[in-house]
């Protein structure tokens, strides 16, 4: 059983920076690819960003609201993945879940159906 847990969550203000992180419970974790999804209240979860596994050469997608913005990178090790966020705007504001399937789909990379594991959030508040 993979277990995945996000931290790094916070209040910040409209234009400032935060880095989240996501570590797996798994020592070989580097052929899984990674998702960042987030959930705004009152709205369905969104695609935030992914960066597939060793074997897909870690290819990167962005959903386009965070283009630019946002980067999402793995460690050497492929157990631990980031989301670097930079000029955070009010509707930034979500619970962030890391996600994480042990394929790369290149279709549906964005589709939360293609995540098997889940971690249970970390709340990032932006304020104005």
């Known amino acids: 059983q993979v277990h995945l847990l996000e931290s790094g969550g916070g209040l910040v203000q409209s234009g400032d920076s935060l880095k989240l992180t996501c570590a797996a419970s798994e020592r070989t974790f580097d052929s899984y690819s990674m998702a960042w999804f987030r959930q705004a209240p009152g709205k369905e979860r969104e695609f935030v960003a992914s960066v597939s596994g060793s074997g897909s050469g870690f290819k990167q997608d962005y959903a386009d609201s965070v283009k630019g913005r946002f980067t999402v990178s793995r460690d050497g090790a492929g157990n631990t993945v980031y989301l670097q966020m930079v000029s955070l705007k009010q509707e930034d504001t979500a619970v962030y879940y890391c996600?994480?399937?042990?394929?790369?789909?290149?279709?549906?990379?964005?589709?939360?159906?293609?995540?098997?594991?889940w971690g249970q959030g970390t709340q990032v508040t932006v304020s104005s």
């Open positions: 996600a994480a399937s042990s394929y790369y789909n290149s279709r549906y990379y964005g589709n939360e159906g293609t995540y098997a594991y």
